[in-house]
């Protein structure tokens, strides 16, 4: 890692480094991984240890949260019938806890990580867990300001790309009935199609702008501006598709895990008792070492953008 010369780094180069850095690293980056998440999976079996018994469905559904994806109404619905109010209350204090915390320690957690890759990147001394923390919390204050900021941005443009989804579709949708002429089936391919077509194309609008702004983070915690979105749009300027390619690849690595590698392994390791408790401690340390592969992607990707813009 140490020859590795510090050049702009192509889509293939870039996740090469990362691997590299994650492997060289990988009791440090395991070990941040696990502080961040070990009291989120302690929180959740002190409070639904019932839905830490179920099957991976339920560690699905907290894979899901943190994703931004929704709870699996099958699960919420058993969890309900269970308990009723107490189920409630407990699921709500988990929710409420598991945001808290994500929105609090989320940004530190990442700022840490972004430190560790610094030190390597810039060939300085190794940094240990526990100074990476402290400077990350030194900063905790902008973190915390500059992540909200950013949180509420990329919110209020995904709402209106949704409603720009909704008005496209029903254009598109329109447009297609009123021409007529064609078979009814022709009618239902067009419209699936216009749909699918608007998506991704309003999906990509929406990444752009995550990606022209989520290097503020980096930004912020080196001091180099206090919000970081203006420096993170000027970083990114030239380098959208490289930048969407890299991170595309990384998740459809991650995500083969959960679509393909857990459910092979629920299948293998089967549905009773002790088995099914071991299987999912196996599973959340899994997800727990694969957790830091986006994350030391993410700072490579913006030492990477300095180089290119510094030289």
Known sequence: MSNEPR??????????????????????LFL????????????????????MEQSSTSLNNLYHIFAGGAIDPTWQRETLDTGA?????????????????????????????????????????????????KRAFQRFGALLGSS?????????????TMILIGILFAIGAGGIYASGGGSVGGTVVGVVISFILIYIGVLLLWSYFVIRWMYYLPVTALREEPLGLG???????????????????MNLIVGIFSVVVEPLFNAIIGSEGLATMLGQIVLILLRIVLFPLPVVLYAVSFFDLKVREEG
Do not use: C, D
């Open 7 to 28: 050049l702009p780094l192509g889509i293939s180069r870039m996740l090469k480094y990362s691997f590299q850095l994650y492997k060289q690293h990988f009791e440090k």
């Open 32 to 51: 941040l991984s696990l502080f961040y998440f070990g009291p989120i999976y302690l929180v959740m079996y002190l409070l639904m240890p019932a839905a």
């Open 85 to 133: 109010f107490v189920s409630i209350v407990r699921m709500v204090l988990f929710s409420l806890f598991s945001i808290l915390y994500v929105v609090l320690l989320g940004p530190v957690f990442a700022a840490a990580n972004v430190f560790l890759v610094q030190a390597v990147f810039n060939r300085e001394a190794p940094m240990s867990i526990k100074e990476a923390i």
């Open 148 to 160: 909200l900021l950013f949180g509420l941005i990329i919110f209020g443009i995904g709402i209106v």
């Open 231 to 249: 420096r993170s749009w000027a970083l990114t300027r030239s380098s959208f598709w490289r930048l969407f390619g890299v991170m595309f690849v």
